[in-house]
């Protein structure tokens, strides 16, 4: 093992600086998928990487090469990670492992307890209308998954505006976009650093299903309206436990089609969504795309090239045999 | 006037609460295979509510008509009333609001607005075709 060992655990850093950028600036389908990989790829290999620095510390402990048949002195000898690095590893890989354990048990129940509740929902189309004054519309997921919309949003919008809304909670239900989130949340959960990223993703999904949305309209202006003034009128219903969601999803996205005065506080998301409709669809960028995913393939392979080099070095001293 | 607004909002953040304990309790007959006394739904809820702040919601939730009760010893027990989709999907959408990844699991046509973006966005609606689409 040598230095690159530790670059999986300093891309998540650039991964968290270049998230934001990445999803104003990639096609949202692209943005999705490159943005959840990378987060999944990036905890995996910055775990794997903590897991090897500890495991370094572990077979310098004599009775360990004892069981494990392996020369003390060879383990010793040819590694470059100090004992302190190899017990902070651990402990980080501790810390890690039972958050991201912890956000899987929370993030499957909720899950569950979102399929069974959208297996529950009255009728048996995709699309449930209830009867509430407070204007809301979401998507449940599920199998299948099914997409609720209250009289409050119904009677808020213009009929163009509703084929906006459904075709947008159409697309997430039929695009399975909660396993983008779920998967990003997962990985930043395992490493905090990609959390910026995770956040990227919540909100390249959205923009995924305005995108689409756009295209079965074939009016992004409309697309644009539709999202202004349900949002307009969301806010304007008595108030409900949204502002967790504000937060969660961030401030992504900066407009470049407002004022001044505007950008000094970042714009939540939601005029990013209709800003970014306001303006003609993105270029694929494939250079962007190509160096993002080489930059993350680097990671999992420099994570994969130190397994096999720890790999070697025990079996090498195991070759030597205990000392 | 201010000691009005604010007591007024004192009185909103109430009922809205009172509204979540009945959503809770509903939620609780709900999921429950048969009738429920108030102790056991005190104790479904878990969260050491006083056994007459429960009496209370379930008469409550009962004089709107969404619970059914009959007589069970001393003691009143309560189901819901048969499922009519609006009341279904209501408690549904409250229910959802206890979870703690209910945000996590829901795809939002739209998030909450800061009063940045509400102001943002009323600008962008009130803009001349053409004019925001520029930048």
């Not at chain 1, 997921?141 to 213009?158: D, F, K, Q, Y």
Request: charged residues 20%.
């Amino acid at each position: 093992m040598h230095l690159t060992v530790y670059l999986p655990l300093v891309l998540p850093l650039l991964a968290a600086v270049a998230a934001r950028p990445l999803a104003e600036r990639l096609p949202p389908s692209v943005a999705t998928w490159l943005l959840a990989a990378s987060a999944v790829v990036l905890a995996l290999a910055s775990s794997a990487v903590l897991g090897l620095l500890a495991l370094t510390a572990l077979v310098r402990i004599p009775w360990v090469d004892a069981v494990g048949e392996i020369s003390g002195r060879v383990t010793s000898h040819n590694d470059p990670a100090s004992v302190p690095v190899a017990i902070a590893a651990g402990a980080l890989l501790t810390v890690a492992a039972t958050a991201a354990a912890r956000a899987l048990w929370r993030q499957a129940t909720a899950l569950i307890a979102a399929g069974r509740q959208a297996r529950r929902l009255p009728g048996a189309g995709q699309v449930v209308v209830t009867d509430d004054e407070a204007a809301d519309a979401y998507t449940l997921p599920g199998l299948p998954c099914r997409i609720v919309v209250t009289t409050g949003m119904i009677r808020a919008l213009s009929e163009p505006e509703r084929q906006v809304l459904l075709a947008h909670e159409r697309a997430h239900a039929s695009g399975l976009h909660y396993l983008f989130t779920t998967a990003a949340r997962l990985a930043a959960a395992a490493n905090p650093l990609l959390r910026p990223v995770a956040t990227a993703t919540g909100y390249t999904v959205e923009r995924w299903a305005d995108e689409h949305a756009a295209a079965v309209t074939g009016d992004r202006r409309l697309a644009a309206r539709a999202i202004a003034r349900a949002a307009l009128a969301t806010t304007a219903a008595p108030p409900r436990p949204a502002s967790r969601a504000a937060s969660a999803l961030g401030a992504v996205g900066a407009l470049g089609a407002v004022s001044g005065q505007a950008r000094m506080r970042r714009p939540g998301p939601v005029p990013c969504r209709v800003a970014a409709l306001l303006r003609p669809p993105l270029p694929p960028r494939l250079l962007l795309l190509a160096v993002a995913v080489l930059l993350v393939a680097v990671a999992g392979a420099s994570a994969l090239e130190a397994a096999l080099d720890f790999h070697a070095l025990l079996e090498y001293a195991q070759a030597v045999g205990p000392s | 006037m201010r000691g009005k607004a604010s007591q007024a909002r004192d009185d909103a953040a109430g009922r809205r609460a009172a509204g979540e304990l009945e959503a809770a309790v509903l939620a609780v007959l709900q999921a429950a295979a048969s009738p429920l006394s108030p102790g056991e739904v005190r104790d479904s809820l878990g969260d050491h509510l006083a056994y007459t702040t429960v009496v209370t919601i379930l008469s409550r939730l009962h004089a709107k008509g969404m619970l059914d009760r009959s007589k069970a010893g001393r003691t009143y027990v309560y189901v819901p009333v048969a499922d009519e989709p609006g009341l279904a999907a209501r408690r549904l959408a409250r229910m959802l609001d206890a979870e703690p990844d209910r945000e996590a699991v829901l795809a939002r046509f739209v998030s909450g607005l800061s009063p940045t973006d509400e102001e943002l966005l009323r600008r962008m609606l009130a803009e001349p075709p053409g004019a925001t689409g520029a930048g």
